[in-house]
């Protein structure tokens, strides 16, 4: 999510975001091109650096180094390339498992197979939206637009999950 909506704010005069997905040999490659605005050499090479933006007063920088950690993590890698006014594209490439992923039964008939309450506080509807269709299924959402309105409403309620976006225009609640 984070290389498409990196991608789509390399856009600014619009442009098209390639995804390709290819089986390669015991690996899939996933890549994600833009047409955009590009990144000179020295943005390039600090891209997936913990804290590095170049969104002024808009991003956290974490966005890619999350993208980097999760991918090396699972064992795979990625690499940007980019061209200033060319655009950029990203190449994850993802160990395919040897076996299929056995889904063990509970033990018990009586799992706790608990539901929650969730707090989402996302200023942008598109994120918003995505978030709750994922976490829907049998859990209570409640979304706000901004920090201040999901501040005022923890002192009267309580939730088991918060999911705040860190970079809120308005402030984050806490």
Request: hydrophobic share 35%.
């Amino acid at each position: 999510m984070n290389l498409i909506l990196n991608a789509v704010d390399a856009l600014p005069d619009g442009g098209s975001i390639n995804i390709r997905a290819e089986n390669r040999e015991g690996s899939v490659r996933i890549t994600v091109a833009d047409t955009g605005i590009g990144m000179e050499e020295e943005t390039r090479r600090r891209v997936f650096e913990p804290f590095f933006t170049t969104k002024a007063n808009v991003g956290t920088g974490l966005g890619l180094s999350m993208v980097y950690g999760a991918i090396t993590r699972w064992g795979g890698s990625i690499q940007a390339e980019s061209e200033v006014g060319r655009g950029s594209t990203f190449t994850n490439d993802l160990h395919v498992a040897d076996r299929p992923i056995e889904h063990k039964r509970p033990e018990t008939d009586h799992a706790d197979l608990r539901r929650g309450r969730i707090l989402i506080v996302e200023d942008e509807d598109f994120v918003r939206g995505i978030l709750e269709r994922i976490l829907n299924d049998g859990n209570e959402i409640v979304t706000y637009r901004d920090g201040m309105s999901a501040l005022a409403a923890c002192r009267q309620d309580t939730f088991d999950v918060a999911l705040i976006d860190l970079g809120l225009p308005t402030g984050n609640p806490g």
